[in-house]
T-cell receptor, first 114, second 110 residues
C-alpha cells in the first residue's frame, strides 16, 4: 500500500527566504505526482503536476522535482512571501492503486512572516 | 467561474440525523471523487465515479453512500452521522491527470 510522508510537518520562515518542502513515497510505481496548496478551511488548489517521466516542473517562484527511483519529491519556493502561508500537500497517482486515485501526504503547514 | 461547487459550505447536523452533501461541476469531467479530511490529516478517498461506474474504497464505512444522477452532480449521503464523521468533505473532478477540487463542506456533528 502506497504511503506518502511529508517533512517537515510545519515550517515558519521570515519573508524573502528560499525554502524546500519534502515529500517521500514508498511505491515508486507511479504515474505522476502533484503538489497542492490548501488555505485554512478551503479546498485544494493544484500547483504543479510532474509526470513519472519528468524530473521537474516550474511555475513562477515554484519548482518541483521528482526522483522516482528514490521515491522523493521536493517543492522549492523562492523568495517566500506572506501570501505563501498555507498547507502544502503532495499526492501521488499510483499504478498499483485504482485508476486515477491519489494518495496524499498530511501536508506541510507553512507560515511566512513579514 | 466556479468549476467545482459544493453546497453547503458549512453543515451542522445532529448525531444520527441523515445528511446529504452536494457537489456540482461545470467542467464536464467524467471522473468525480469524494474525500474526507480530518484536522491536520491527509485527504482520504471515500469513493469515485468513472462516468457512472461507482468505485468504493475498501475501508469506506457503510454509513457513507453516494449518488451520481448525471455528469454534473454527485451527492454524498451520511446515513447516521457519528461524532467521528465531523470533518471537511472535499469533492473533486478529473479528466486525465489533474484533479480539480471544490471548496469543501465543513461538517459538524452535535
Amino acid at each position: 500500500k502506497q504511503e506518502v510522508t511529508q517533512i517537515p510537518a510545519a515550517l515558519s520562515v521570515p519573508e524573502g527566504e528560499n525554502l524546500v518542502l519534502n515529500c517521500s513515497f514508498t511505491d515508486s510505481a507511479i504515474y505522476n505526482l502533484q503538489w497542492f496548496r490548501q488555505d485554512p478551511g478551503k479546498g485544494l488548489t493544484s500547483l504543479l503536476l510532474i509526470q513519472s517521466s519528468q524530473r521537474e516542473q516550474t511555475s513562477g517562484r515554484l519548482n518541483a522535482s521528482l526522483d522516482k527511483s528514490s521515491g522523493r519529491s521536493t517543492l522549492y519556493i523562492a523568495a517566500s512571501q506572506p501570501g505563501d502561508s498555507a498547507t502544502y500537500l503532495c499526492a501521488v497517482r499510483g499504478m498499483n492503486s485504482g485508476y486515477s486515485t491519489l494518495t496524499f501526504g498530511k501536508g506541510t503547514m507553512l507560515l511566512v512572516s513579514p | 467561474d466556479a468549476m467545482v461547487i459544493q453546497n453547503p459550505r458549512y453543515q451542522v447536523t445532529q448525531f444520527g440525523k441523515p445528511v446529504t452533501l452536494s457537489c456540482s461541476q461545470t467542467l464536464n469531467h467524467n471522473v468525480m471523487y469524494w474525500y474526507q479530511q480530518k484536522s491536520s490529516q491527509a485527504p482520504k478517498l471515500l469513493f469515485h465515479y468513472y462516468d457512472k461506474d461507482f468505485n468504493n474504497e475498501a475501508d469506506t464505512p457503510d454509513n457513507f453512500q453516494s449518488r451520481r444522477p448525471n455528469t454534473s452532480f454527485c451527492f454524498l449521503d451520511i446515513r447516521s452521522p457519528g461524532l467521528g464523521d465531523a470533518a471537511m468533505y472535499l469533492c473533486a473532478t478529473s479528466f486525465g491527470s489533474v484533479q480539480y477540487f471544490g471548496p469543501g463542506t465543513r461538517l459538524t456533528v452535535l
